[in-house]
């Protein structure tokens, strides 16, 4: 994943709000803006599952994977 500077986070995450009123939209924005959205790579770094690959195409599932690389996305 690439990392960003705390401010560039800071700045992402109070925008959400301001993009959307839908409160769902809100919350998936704000999970994947914070970095917070529960992929297979973030639940194996933090030791909840045994591997960070993606459950369908067997590559690293990431954010970015799962919105634009992933097959199953096309």
Not at 19 to 36: E, G, L, M, P
Not at 44 to 54: E, I, P, S
Not at 60 to 68: A, N, P, Y
Request: charged share 25%.
């Amino acid at each position: 994943e690439p990392d960003i500077d705390e401010a560039q986070l800071k700045l992402a995450c109070t925008f959400t709000s301001n993009c959307t009123k839908d409160v769902f939209s809100q919350v998936f924005q704000y999970k994947i803006n914070c970095k917070i959205l529960p992929t297979n790579y973030y639940l194996h770094k933090y030791k909840v599952l045994g591997n960070n690959k993606c459950s369908i195409c067997d590559s690293i599932d990431t954010v970015l994977h799962r919105m634009w690389e992933c097959r199953i996305v096309f």
